[in-house]
T-cell receptor, first 112, second 115 residues
Framework: GEDVEQSLFLSVREGDSSVINCTYT??????LYWYKQEPGAGLQLLTY?????DMKQDQRLTVLLNKKDKHLSLRIADTQTGDSAIYFC????????????FGAGTRLAVHP | DTEVTQTPKHLVMGMTNKKSLKCEQH?????MYWYKQKAKKPPELMFV???????INESVPSRFSPECPNSSLLNLHLHALQPEDSALYLC??????????????FGAGTRLSVL
């Protein structure tokens, strides 16, 4: 079945690291994505990882993929107030058309 | 440039009105998508266009009518909507619908209120 699960809320202090977790069920997923949505805005692609990779780093963002456990995480180093947003994990289901399956989103709140 | 432009940003319409949402991209992408997003929920796929042809309709009511006049433009025509259709409507595009070229880039959305 197709299902992506995320915890709904995370609160961190400014300057700390944030870790947002995601689990997915479809073992045929080949790409996994992290999108950021600020209030009233569209979805901004943050990063993505191909399923044959374990880790991808892009400036303050680190994505870890454990394909055996179907677990994906996004670490944001030195979290800033501008990082406050909803973060969606998504998997790409392989087929004639590659459908994105989104998690429910994790609301990240950054406080001083 | 990974920009998808949607207009208008906000739209208020009555249940008897006819309106259209517009989406434009100049990235040379051949796949375009409409999503609906209710508050505190993830986006839900509505339609997929591939090479200007409708590929996927996720059982969307006929009061929503998509149109792809050319490879850069995607419209969503609205008629006789219901208050429960109030939502953020997101457009996205990708190079193609199949991997590895289906990384989707989203617009800022149109926030629709149906009175």
């Amino acid at each position: 079945g197709e299902d992506v699960e995320q915890s709904l809320f995370l609160s961190v202090r400014e300057g700390d690291s944030s870790v947002i977790n995601c689990t997915y069920t479809d073992s045929s997923s080949t790409y996994l994505y992290w999108y950021k949505q600020e209030p009233g805005a569209g979805l901004q692609l943050l990063t993505y990882i191909f399923s044959n990779m374990d880790m991808k780093q892009d400036q303050r963002l680190t994505v870890l993929l454990n394909k055996k456990d179907k677990h994906l995480s996004l670490r944001i180093a030195d979290t800033q107030t501008g990082d406050s947003a909803i973060y969606f994990c998504a998997e790409s289901i392989k087929g004639g058309y590659n459908k994105l399956i989104f998690g429910a989103g994790t609301r990240l709140a950054v406080h001083p | 440039d990974t920009e998808v432009t949607q207009t208008p940003k906000h739209l208020v319409m009555g249940m008897t009105n006819k309106k259209s949402l517009k989406c434009e991209q100049h990235m040379g992408h051949r796949a375009m998508y409409w999503y609906k997003q209710k508050a505190k929920k993830p986006p839900e796929l509505m339609f997929v266009y591939s090479y200007e042809k409708l590929s996927i309709n996720e059982s969307v009511p006929s009061r929503f009518s998509p149109e792809c006049p050319n490879s850069s433009l995607l419209n969503l025509h609205l008629h006789a909507l219901q208050p429960e259709d109030s939502a953020l409507y997101l457009c996205a595009s990708s190079q193609e619908v199949t991997e590895p070229k289906n990384i989707q880039y989203f617009g800022a959305g149109t926030r629709l209120s149906v009175l």
